[in-house]
C-alpha cells in the first residue's frame, strides 16, 4: 500500500526522488515525471506526488538541476508599449541582480496551456512574473513545489491571499478619469469598459459609477459599452454610441487603445476632439503624449510596477518573504488637451 506521506520528514529535510517514490509507492521515472511537469501521469498518483511535494519539499541531487539565474515573464498577450513598459521595469531588477530574463506568452489565453508547466521547469528559472494573466492558487502551489516562486502582476481575476501580487488603483483611477469629465461640465459621460470578467475593468468601471453617484447624475445604461481593451473594440463602440439619439458629449475610454479607438470613430464622423467630444484614457503609455490633440489619461505606473513584482520575486527566491504580499501603486491623472467643457458649456 502506498504510503499518504503524512509522517513528517525527520530533521525537516525535503525529499529526494528515491524517497519520493518510495512514500508514493511508485517509480522513480513516474516521480520524474511529475517533477518535471511531464503530463502523461495519472491524475490520482500526480496527485499523491504533488501532496507529498507540497508537504516535504523536494531535494534535487546535482547542482546542475538548481535554479538558473533566470527570470520568467509571461504575458497572457504580448503586444505594444505595455510590454515594453513591464520589460523595462523587470530588466532593471534583473541587472541588479545578474539575471537574465526570459518571455513566454500564453497567446490571449490568459491562462496555461498544456506544456507550459514542462517548459517552465526545463528552464528552472529563479521564479516567474504572470503578466495580465489568470494563474491560479494551484499554478502557484505546482510551480512552488518545485522551489519556482510565482507573482502576479497586474493580475486579472479575483486575488487569491496566498499568491503575491502588485497591481494599480483602478478604482481610484476610474473615479478620478469621470470626476474630472464631470467637473468640466459633462453629465453624458460614456464608458468603454474590458472584459468583465478582468479585476481591473471592473475597478474602473466601479470607478466611474461611484463618481457619477456622487455628482448625483444617473448613468445611462446605452452609455455604458463593453469591450475587450482593443483599438478595434474603442473604434466601433463609438460608432455606436454616435448614432444614439442622444449622444454623449465625453467617453472615459478604460485603456489607451480604446482612446485611440474613440479618436478614429470621432474623425469618421467629423467631430474634433476636444470641441464636440472629450476622451479620456487609462494607462498613459508613451503614444498618449503623441496623439493629435494629447491624450488625458489615468497614469498606470507599469515601469514601477515590474520593478516592484521582479524585486519581490527575487526576495522570494532568496527564500525570504517580501514585507508585503500585496503592493498596489498609485494612479494620477495627466489632463493634457483631449478634454473641455461641452459645447453648450462654452
Same mark, same amino acid.
Given at each position: ?98 539575471? &537574465? $530574463?526570459? @518571455?513566454?506568452?500564453?497567446?490571449? /489565453? ?10 517552465? !521547469? =526545463? %528552464? ?91 455628482? &448625483? $447624475?444617473? @448613468?445611462?445604461?446605452?452609455?455604458? /459599452? ?10 466601433? !463602440? =463609438? %460608432? ?94 495627466? @489632463? ?11
Amino acid at each position: 500500500m502506498a504510503s499518504t506521506g503524512d509522517e513528517a520528514q525527520p530533521g525537516g529535510e525535503p525529499l529526494t526522488i528515491a524517497q519520493l517514490a518510495e512514500r508514493a509507492g511508485v517509480s522513480i521515472a513516474t516521480v520524474s515525471k511529475v517533477v518535471n511537469g511531464r503530463l502523461d501521469v495519472a491524475p490520482d498518483t500526480r496527485a499523491l506526488i504533488e501532496s507529498l511535494i507540497r508537504r516535504h519539499g523536494y531535494r534535487r541531487k546535482r547542482r546542475a538541476s538548481e535554479a538558473a539565474p533566470l527570470l520568467e515573464v509571461v504575458f497572457g498577450e504580448l503586444h505594444g508599449l505595455y510590454a515594453v513598459e513591464i520589460l523595462n521595469g523587470v530588466g532593471h531588477v534583473a541587472r541588479d541582480h545578474n539575471l &537574465g $530574463v526570459v @518571455v513566454s506568452e500564453l497567446h490571449g /489565453r490568459h491562462t496555461p496551456g498544456r506544456g507550459w508547466f514542462e517548459d517552465v !521547469l =526545463t %528552464r528552472r528559472p529563479i521564479g516567474v512574473i504572470a503578466v495580465f494573466a489568470s494563474l491560479t492558487a494551484d499554478h502557484a502551489e505546482r510551480l512552488r513545489g518545485r522551489g519556482v516562486p510565482l507573482v502576479l502582476l497586474d493580475p486579472t481575476g479575483d486575488l487569491d491571499d496566498g499568491i503575491p501580487s502588485v497591481g494599480a488603483g483602478n478604482w481610484n483611477g476610474g473615479l478620478a478619469a469621470t470626476r474630472h469629465l464631470l467637473a468640466l461640465g459633462h453629465t453624458r459621460i460614456a464608458v468603454l469598459t474590458g472584459p468583465p470578467h478582468m479585476l481591473s475593468s471592473r475597478a474602473r468601471l466601479d470607478g466611474y459609477r461611484t463618481a457619477m453617484d456622487l455628482a &448625483g $447624475v444617473p @448613468v445611462d445604461p446605452a452609455l455604458v /459599452r463593453i469591450g475587450d481593451f482593443q483599438i478595434a473594440d474603442g473604434r466601433h !463602440l =463609438t %460608432r455606436e454610441l454616435l448614432r444614439l439619439p442622444e449622444p454623449p458629449t465625453a467617453v472615459f475610454a478604460c485603456n489607451d487603445a480604446e482612446a485611440l479607438g474613440v479618436y478614429q470613430a470621432a474623425t469618421e464622423a467629423g467631430l474634433r476632439i476636444p470641441d464636440d467630444l472629450s476622451v479620456v484614457g487609462f494607462d498613459d503609455l508613451p503614444m498618449a503624449e503623441w496623439n493629435i490633440p494629447p491624450l488625458t489619461t489615468v497614469r498606470q505606473p507599469l515601469r514601477e510596477m515590474a520593478v516592484s513584482a521582479a524585486t519581490m520575486l527575487v526576495t522570494l527566491a532568496q527564500g525570504e518573504e517580501p514585507p508585503q504580499r500585496r503592493v498596489e501603486l498609485a494612479t494620477e491623472l495627466i @489632463v493634457r488637451s483631449s478634454t473641455a467643457p461641452p459645447a453648450k458649456a462654452r
